[in-house]
């Protein structure tokens, strides 16, 4: 394989700048979601399952069309920010930001809920017992016993968020250096016909997908929803 | 008094350097994608000629520029196949008048499979060609020169249902040289490119078959601080970068098309 450019170099740091960002903020976010959907009886629970899972039948159009509505300059989100001297959201990194956490969030939720679901709640009962309070029992009991689960998130947000491509195009074009990710910048080497690069990020990206699986496959062979029901 | 002037001497650099850092722009250049190779040459050349200005190109449909720069893409100018996109965007607010004419483009039937030098659009319609490429004639401003030279030539209704589009003009030429599309029609610039020029070949269509492809760009208010902007802008009017666009089969402003 011959060697990268700048331009290629740019587009995986930053593909890889936004999978990571994505990674950490939706476990910090899905945690308690999950936990909540994992435990909660209210009649709520369904329907924020079912807003949290749209992204996985929505076309990524529809999701990345509503967001650069939502954060484009006229927008509520967007025009509110331009409204207090700050820059809307479309076509910028933050923008591709929320659209990722958005677009890859049931990928977090879903391993994370059924972790969470199998354990035994007698378990977290005696430690309740024995006076631990709800953040001990979450850190030394729910995440220790979630490790796979928690392991599978990770990957499978990462790999999803890297394979993102009809959101970014979307809300976020392809600016070099700060919207122009893998697979946008495979998209425009193949229409400058430039099928060289294309066919060397193409490569770098199939590699990195089938190492990606492979790993998922050996954290656990149990935890394959949401790719197949249980 | 020496150590006074030494200091003296470095503050005056260091001014200098301060000076010529704050003028020192990068400009990210919205380009209509016949513009492809024309602007991947003019560029060495704008940032030797203007250092240290720098250029970001970024291509695809004008249409597609339009509804971006619409929604606040962080473009500083936008050099548009049609006239029509920035005069729009000056009138929203989104650009700076003057909006200004830079070529004349021409559009070409274009093939890598079959010598296309003789060939005219009447042509079309014959069996070997399974599948006719155009760019999308709603938003890319070639796709919508190439409809109206079809319907001129009354090939319009007898070739629809071959039809192929291309998202832009450059995407249009890639389904013909991937032969997805056995013929096209794209850009002239586009297909004097020697990779393109070597295969097939192309055959002008007459300039008067269709409405004249008058391309113009504007500064966009995004940009207008933008110096590096405002020094592409001048330099697309110097010798060197009108050889450089005729070489690409551009007419340019004040010229006589042949």
Redesign the interface.
């Known amino acids: 394989m011959t060697s990268l450019t700048p331009g290629e170099w740019q587009a995986i740091w930053l593909t890889a700048k936004l999978a990571g960002l994505t990674t950490v903020i939706l476990l910090i976010l899905c945690a308690p979601l999950a936990w909540w959907l994992s435990r909660s009886s209210s009649r709520l629970a369904n329907p924020v399952a079912a807003l949290v899972s749209l992204p996985l039948v929505l076309p990524p159009t529809v999701i990345g069309f509503y967001l650069l509505i939502v954060l484009g300059p006229q927008g509520a989100v967007g025009g509110t920010l331009e409204a207090l001297g700050l820059h809307h959201l479309a076509f910028s990194f933050w923008g591709i930001l929320i659209g990722s956490v958005i677009y890859s969030m049931p990928f977090t939720v879903q391993p994370l809920r059924e972790a969470f679901a199998a354990i035994d709640t007698r378990l977290l009962d005696a430690a309740a017992t024995l006076r631990a309070g709800r953040l001990d029992r979450f850190f030394n009991l729910v995440l220790p016993l979630s490790r796979s689960g928690i392991l599978t998130a990770v990957v499978i947000t990462f790999a999803h968020t890297v394979g993102e491509f009809g959101v970014i195009a979307m809300l976020g074009g392809s600016l070099p250096g700060e919207t122009r990710v893998v697979s946008i910048a495979i998209y425009d080497y193949t229409q400058a016909l430039d099928y060289g690069a294309a066919h060397r990020l193409s490569a770098i990206l199939l590699g990195f997908s089938f190492v990606t699986l492979l790993l998922f496959y050996a954290i656990n062979q149990r935890v394959m929803s949401p790719l197949k029901p249980r | 008094m020496n150590i006074g002037n030494h200091w003296l001497t470095a503050a005056a650099v260091a001014l200098a350097t301060l000076t010529t850092a704050a003028h020192a722009d990068t400009a990210?250049v919205a380009a209509a994608?016949d513009l492809?190779y024309a602007f991947a040459e003019l560029q060495p050349l704008f940032e030797k000629a203007r250092a240290p200005h720098k250029l970001?190109l970024?291509?695809?449909s004008s249409g597609k520029f339009m509804q971006?720069l619409e929604?606040?893409?962080?473009f500083d100018i936008f050099f548009s196949a049609d006239v029509a996109f920035p005069k729009k965007l000056v009138a929203s607010g989104k650009a700076i008048a003057p909006v200004t004419t830079y070529a004349f483009g021409r559009i070409v039937l274009w093939s890598a499979t079959v010598d296309a030098t003789r060939l005219t659009l009447k042509e079309l319609d014959k069996p070997e060609f399974r599948h006719i490429a155009i760019a999308a004639p709603d938003h890319a401003p070639y796709g919508a020169r190439a409809k109206e030279a079809l319907e001129h030539s009354g090939m319009w209704p007898k070739v629809q249902g071959k039809l192929v589009f291309g998202?832009?003009i450059?995407?249009t030429?890639?389904l013909i040289?991937k032969q997805a599309a056995e013929i096209g029609i794209v850009a002239l610039s586009l297909a004097v490119n020697t990779?393109?020029k070597s295969k097939g070949g192309y055959a002008l269509i007459p300039a008067d078959f269709h409405q004249p492809l008058e391309q113009a760009y504007a500064v966009t208010a995004y940009g207008q601080n933008n110096a590096a902007a405002r020094a592409f802008a001048q330099f697309m009017s110097s010798k060197e970068a009108r050889q450089v666009m005729t070489g690409y089969g551009f007419v340019l402003p004040g010229e006589v098309p042949q």
């Open positions: 990210r994608a492809r970001e970024v291509l695809g971006q929604n606040g893409a962080p998202e832009n450059s995407h030429a890639q040289d990779a393109l």
